[in-house]
């Protein structure tokens, strides 16, 4: 075994940018540390070694990942053999729980310690994994800290290290700034509308958004709505169906600024926001910005995720992240034929401009970020350390 080589696979864009964050603070307590494995350009910058570059895991849902499948194989085989033939101190897994968590089991049989980052979502989907993740995981660091009782009941090692996001995000952030860098009128009453990053989220969310834009506009005339794009292909594709869609003061941004994604200017910007469940919706929590959380799943995808889970819905409640921390409905979620204009205007007449409801989740928020803002680089670090050194 040596030492100072760490092995690392960080499958997408947040991954990466975590991942770096770790290799940092273990840079810094071992300047001696080498790092080779699966990762994308923060980790490159980081000076770790990319046997194979991120976009080799880069799927999306089941039915990609069925496409992708032999190119997945190969590039499995191959990294498994490399760490294997080098015998690193630890193999450090960060999210992508299909392809790590196997990986991490073979490993482990082979005498080669393994640390997971991010906990797959076993408190709302498939428990049961928790097994795997008990054969295959000598450290599990986790993002949330409700998640550490789960893995302590379970007798798997288990560290809070805080959630990145929470201290990238400012404390307080500066709408009137923000504004000024996207052009918004600084004294307008501002909506956010994210209809997702994917296809499949713009194609079913943007039409029932810029419907529910039309009514709010129906009776806030001078009310501005602000969407965030991924890109130019997907900003195309909001376009296409925005097309015969009448609506004042629609403002799109595709383009980021220097330091942070063009999203986090449109929540700072905002007043509230309606937005597909996903990350977003802790980021927008971050911002203390009041939502509105929608989702849709085509048919054929919920019939995958009911037969890959065996359920059809969460075991838990809540879908969007700020509820599930808090632990109530703290924002309204609306879910398949839910999304509709009639409700998703209404609510987000309310967090627009029930004044009372508006301080209080911002408080609520508030609360929530302080909890998640750890150091987490330097603490994840340190257990990674205490890992190889055991």
């Known amino acids: 075994m040596n030492k100072h080589l760490i092995s690392l696979v960080a499958g997408e864009p947040s991954g990466d940018l975590i991942a770096a964050q770790i290799v ?6 071992k300047p001696e540390a080498n790092f080779f494995g699966i990762g994308g350009p923060a980790l490159q910058a980081q000076g770790m070694h990319l046997n194979y570059p991120m976009d080799a895991l880069s799927v999306f849902g089941y039915v990609d990942a069925l496409k992708s499948l032999p190119k997945l194989i190969q590039v499995y085989s191959g990294i498994k053999k490399q760490i294997i033939k080098q015998q690193p101190g630890v193999f450090i897994g960060v999210d992508a729980p299909d392809f790590n968590l196997r ?3 073979s490993l482990k049989q082979k005498g080669i310690k393994t640390v997971h980052f991010v906990s797959p979502s076993i408190w709302a989907w498939r428990y049961e994994r928790i097994h795997k993740i008990r054969q295959a995981v000598d450290h599990m660091l986790v993002l949330f800290p409700f998640e550490v009782d789960i893995y302590q009941k379970e007798g798997i090692p288990v560290t809070f ?6 201290n990238k995000i400012p404390f307080e952030p500066d709408q009137q700034e923000a504004r000024q860098r996207l052009k918004l009128p600084t004294d307008a009453k501002i909506l956010a509308i994210l209809p997702g990053s994917r296809t499949s989220e713009i194609k079913h969310l943007a039409p029932v958004f810029l419907q529910t834009a039309q009514k709010l506009q129906a009776q806030e005339p001078d009310l501005h709505f602000i969407v965030p794009l991924v890109n130019q292909a997907r900003k195309q594709q909001f376009l296409e169906i925005a097309a015969n869609c009448k609506l004042k003061h629609l403002h799109l941004f595709d383009t980021p600024s220097v330091d942070q994604p063009v999203s986090w200017d449109v929540m700072q910007a905002c007043d509230a926001a309606l937005l597909s469940s996903g990350t977003a919706t802790l980021e927008m929590a971050l911002f203390k910005k009041p939502m509105v959380i929608a989702y849709i799943l085509t048919p054929l995808m919920l019939k995958i995720m009911t037969w890959k889970a065996g359920q059809d819905r969460p075991s838990v409640p809540w879908i969007g992240l700020p509820n599930i921390l808090l632990q109530e409905f703290a924002v309204p979620e609306y879910l398949q034929e839910d ?3 009639e409700g998703l205007s209404q609510a987000c007449l309310k967090a627009l401009e029930d004044e009372a409801y508006r301080q209080t989740l911002m408080q609520k928020f508030q609360a929530l970020h302080q909890t998640l803002a750890l150091d987490t680089g330097r603490i994840a670090a340190q257990k990674i350390i205490e890992v190889i050194e055991s």
Not at 161 to 166: D, F, K, R, W
């Open 161 to 166: 290290v805080g959630h990145p996001l929470a």
């Open 339 to 341: 999304v509709e204009p």
């Open 103 to 105: 990986l991490e089991h």
């Open 24 to 29: 940092k603070g273990i840079h810094q307590a």
